[in-house]
């Protein structure tokens, strides 16, 4: 009964969180691949190898499920994935849709065809990766029309939370919602569009202001999740026990993990 999470680094913990809290006698194996990220700056063939390389680990801890919880690789390798490389009797599952359906006000699987929605000007905050992919612009167009979306490339954030450099993260944040601001001075919604992101919460809530809703991903895709696996209960895997696998070093990943979390966290080399 194990599914697995994958993320570049530490971001998707802030979705495993969320996972643990709703689904609590659910074991889940979390793959970070600390190694390699931050995967926002690579291209699509790296983060497409990179995401089924660790998808695959997942896959060997008896995952039958893998949600990646890294919007990098939703977006740049999810439908290669899916279309070329998923074997049979596996799933695997990104996290942008639960957060588009949220914000065009969707019951889960709505496939109905695009309607006017509320909001009609989107901040969109994500790596580079993500924001060149066009994928979030591609997803909202399936499901709402006339929706303003203003993408800000959020380079360096990834790299200062992987470092635990708070302080840093909190200026660039500052200066991403600023630049922002320059192109889009009036955005109803926001989209934390990075699993990183999440760890900022705070901050990005202080630079919007109280006029601008912010949407968050972890409980909107925990949600999700639950939903998905009351009706595909088989998909829970065969896996025992959960687990924390990292590519990086075990005892630093372990040890921003439990200060992001604020509960001891003990990774395992992947
Ligand atoms: N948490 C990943 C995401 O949601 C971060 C990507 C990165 O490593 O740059 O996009």
């Not at 809290?21 to 691949?33: C, E, I, M, N, S």
């Not at 039958?64 to 977006?75: K, P, Q, R, Y």
């Not at 849709?97 to 065809?113: C, F, H, K, M, Y």
């Not at 200026?171 to 569009?193: I, N, W």
Request: charge should be negative; aromatic fraction near 8%; proline fraction near 6%.
């Amino acid at each position: 009964m194990a599914v697995g999470v994958f993320d570049s680094g530490l971001g998707g913990l802030t979705v495993l969180a969320a996972l643990q809290r709703r689904l609590p006698d659910q074991a889940f194996v979390y793959f970070g691949d600390n190694a390699h990220t931050p995967y926002g700056v690579r291209d699509a063939d790296d983060i497409f190898a990179l995401t089924c390389a660790g998808t695959s680990r997942l896959f060997d801890e008896g995952c039958d499920l893998v949600i990646l919880a890294c919007n990098t690789a939703s977006a740049a390798a999810l439908k290669r994935m899916q279309e070329t490389w998923v074997p049979e009797g596996k799933r695997v599952l990104g996290v942008f849709v639960p957060l588009i359906e949220a914000l065009t006000e969707r019951q889960w699987g709505d496939n109905s065809p695009p309607r006017e929605v509320a909001v009609k000007h989107v901040a969109l905050f994500a790596t580079p990766a993500t924001v060149s992919s066009r994928a979030f612009q591609r997803e909202l167009a399936f499901r709402a029309i006339g929706v303003d979306v203003e993408a800000q490339p959020c380079g360096g954030l990834v790299d200062a939370i992987e470092a635990g450099d708070m302080i840093l993260a909190e200026a660039l944040v500052q200066s991403h919602v600023d630049a922002l601001r320059r192109r889009m001075p009036m955005p109803e919604a926001a989209v934390l569009g990075c699993t990183h992101y999440p760890l900022m919460e705070d901050a990005f809530r202080a630079a919007l202001g109280p006029d601008v809703a912010v949407f968050s991903q972890p409980d909107l895709v925990a949600a999700s999740l639950q939903d998905y696996l009351e009706r595909r209960p088989e998909m829970r895997g065969t896996g025992q026990v959960s687990r924390y696998l990292t590519t990086g070093d075990a005892r630093a990943v372990s040890s921003r993990a439990t200060q992001f979390l604020r509960r001891g966290i003990a990774f395992e080399p992947a």
